[in-house]
């Protein structure tokens, strides 16, 4: 890869996973378009992100979690924070800080007691199910 597009990719990670909300939540949103090249485009990127900062990721899909009033971006939220702590050869939890793990399952269960939308508390049982037995 060129020097210009690994400037541009880290460019775009560190305003995914920057401080300011929106970037990271237009990445959700696009992550659910039905074009099968912009997906994969983005799909590209959040796996980028997923390698170079695993902690402000896993926080900012518990972000999403929290404060979208957008039904499909927590759904979205809900089931790639579950991917991530899948036991496999990409979980993230064994790399996340003791912290970042802490900060997690309080969001997950103030979540499940707070979500309205029975597709979504279910999406998030399965996600507190999965980090409990990585425990």
Request: hydrophobic residues 40%; glycine residues 2%; charged residues 20%.
């Amino acid at each position: 890869m060129d020097p210009e597009s690994t400037q541009l990719q880290q460019a775009l990670i560190a305003s995914f996973l920057g401080p300011d909300p929106e970037p990271f939540k237009t990445l959700i949103s696009h992550l659910m378009s039905s074009s099968n090249e912009r997906r994969s485009h983005l799909e590209l990127l959040f796996n980028l992100c997923k390698q170079s900062d695993p902690n402000s990721l896993s926080l900012k899909l518990a972000q999403i979690l929290q404060f979208s009033p957008r039904l499909e971006a927590r759904a979205t939220a809900a089931i790639l924070l579950r991917k991530q702590l899948t036991r496999d050869d990409s979980c993230l939890w064994p790399r996340l800080s003791a912290s970042t793990q802490s900060s997690l399952k309080s969001i997950l269960l103030r979540c499940i007691q707070r979500e309205d939308a029975k597709t979504i508390s279910k999406k998030l049982c399965d996600t507190v199910a999965i980090g409990y037995f990585l425990q």
